[in-house]
């Protein structure tokens, strides 16, 4: 199934949750409708008499408003009207008169946005698709009186010249809202509408379903003739002019465009752009209304790259661009769950959680992911795109999460404590890294957009399709990693964990490796891990013991250790002599967990100065891990147990 044609599916599958929803930013527009961001609202009767008017609060200025194709996709020095909701110039029959400035494309005649305006209103209010609401704005509108009623209202700000203030020209108390604390000249504010009507309990002209419904019928009856849609194969009015704002809203990157008539886009292979992209008007708008709303309630965005992951029911799943705690945060927040502390638990809690998601959607339920990212400025290109099986996405998610798990102490929440104060409090989790945080520990967190976007993309097949994580990203993570002392503890502690998990990932299905330490493991690497790890943590303690901050010696080495560990293990261990003469009796443990180890090895092995791989850092952390849980058992109780098996 291609892109297009699943994103009307899904849209026709969730016509129930056409309008305004609690859960996303933007909603899921009727067709021939977009959303704006007004400032000004009248209160009008049915019969078009002014009632009131105020100013819209900014977090409740996105209006769903009808247009037409040209004006969804306006744009010039004469940009054409929205049939109901606008801005002054289109909206004031008396904007002239207060001094109001149209648009450069009208100066010859300033009435004429008004006139076409009025014009495009009438025709709809005369047509068999009428609706109460629209003939009570024509009516009104045509009194010519919006600009005085607003400014009786000190809604808009008139001087005594009579002519509309510049925000300059005023003496503001910022305390006090007014037009200019929502936009900076009042020519450029955006009215919606308030129709009280008695008996119609929504009065809210962007919230009507029916008015919805009106002005749809009446656009699409009023077009001209019929063609074959490629995509569904119906007859239907095709568009040359496709939505817009598809990541986010002022967005002006298109993913379909055939206007280019003077270069090469469709010329040389069509004679017209209806033959080169013959897709209908309701097609198009539906599929692309579709993914801008499923981007904006359940997909990811890094800079210009959107990513995001569906079923065509529109049930939301688990984003492949998510890490446990980000799927688990999409209905209950982990911070406030005292039962769910450990590591485990949360890997446990997503296991449930994608399980409960097969249930949801079923065997059977088609489920696509798609990445868009801009090609050049204005064009919108599809990096990634996937259909598959509901039960195929999910197993491969949950294979992802399970290959590629480590625990990680990385992801951070910010709480309240008991005076009040807010803190960042970290959780561990058992499982995947995001694909995010890979690009963070590969080149550091101050990478670009662009360095960021291309690590995502190569991995969205690793994660969707299964394919093998790219070798030199898998190389930059665990570089990273060894250079500890470079990096602060919170991105040597990232990068570690996360090398580790890619690292697993990457030798899946030749070598399975525990995050628990494996006494019995004998490779080269790994007991080269194990013993800067032994040598890591009894000088911390050793420092931490005397109050002393500095690095230990196996966190300066770390690098060196990584590229000739023999040579440079000699130099570590001849430095930890005053070390273990500072552990007094506890030496012994130590020492003899260092004969431990070392026993493991073959002497070629040992000797050998050749790199160590990425398999020496799950060494180095599981083994870290094993003693610093150790931490609390009584000195005595470690000597015993290294004299019963010294």
Known sequence: MNWIQNLYETYENCQNMLGYSPDTARPLLPICHITTQTHIEIVIDGKGNFRRARIVDKDDSTTIIPATESSASRAGSKPECHPLSDKLQYLAGDFTDYGGEVTSGFADDPTEPYKKFVELLTNWCNSPYSHPKARAVLAYVQKKTLIRDLAAQKVLLVGDNGKLLGKEETTRDKKVKD????????????????????????????????????????????????????????MQILTANHPKYIRREGDNAKLISSNDTS??????????????????????????????????????????????????????????????????????????????????????????????????????????????????????????????????????????????????????????????????????????????????????????????????????????????????????????????????????????????????????????????????????????????????????RTLSEAEKKRPTNATRYMQQFSQRPFTTWKQIHELLTPYFMRQGDNASYYKWLIAQVEDLFTPEDFISNKPLTGEYLLGYYCQRQKMWEKKEKPASEENDNADSNG
């Open 179 to 234: 037009i200019f604390s929502v936009l900076n000249a009042q020519d450029n504010a955006v009215i919606r509408w308030v129709v009280e009507i008695s008996g119609d309990s929504e009065g809210r002209a962007w919230r009507d379903a029916a008015l919805w419904e009106s002005w749809t019928n009446y656009y699409l009856n009023s077009k001209g003739e019929k063609n074959v849609c490629l995509v569904t194969g119906q």
């Open 263 to 540: 270069n090469f886009t469709f010329r040389g292979r069509f004679i017209t752009d209806a033959q080169a992209c013959g897709v209908g008007l309701e097609t198009s708008q539906k599929a692309h209304y579709a993914l801008a709303w499923l981007i904006s309630r359940q997909g990811y965005q890094a800079g210009d790259l959107a990513v995001v992951a569906w079923a065509t029911s529109g049930a939301k799943l688990i984003q492949p661009t998510d890490d446990p705690i980000d799927a688990l945060d999409q209905d209950a927040p982990v911070e406030e769950s005292k039962t769910a502390d450990t590591a485990q638990e949360v890997g446990i809690r997503l296991k449930k959680k994608i399980a409960g998601y097969r249930q949801e959607i079923g065997e059977r339920e088609d489920v696509a992911v798609i990445a868009v990212d801009s090609a050049t400025p204005g064009r919108l290109s599809i990096v990634y795109y996937r259909a598959l099986k509901g039960s195929e996405f999910l197993e491969r998610i949950e294979n992802w999460h399970e290959t590629c798990a480590w625990r990680h102490t990385y992801h951070a929440i910010e709480v309240q404590d008991e005076k009040g104060k807010t803190k960042k409090r970290y959780i561990p989790f058992d499982g995947a890294p995001a694909p995010a945080d890979i690009a963070e520990a590969a080149y550091g967190s101050r990478l670009d957009d662009k360095l960021k976007k291309a690590t995502i993309k190569r991995l969205l097949p690793c994660i969707v399709d299964g394919q093998p994580i790219p070798r030199d990203l898998v190389e930059s993570v665990i570089r990273r990693a060894s250079n500890r002392a470079g990096l602060s503890g919170y991105d040597w502690s990232k990068a570690l964990t996360i090398a580790c998990a890619l690292y697993r990932k990457y030798k899946y299905g030749k070598e399975n490796f525990d995050m628990s330490l494996d006494e019995t493991r004998n490779t080269r690497d790994y007991l080269f891990g194990r013993l800067l790890a032994i040598a890591d943590v009894m000088e911390e």
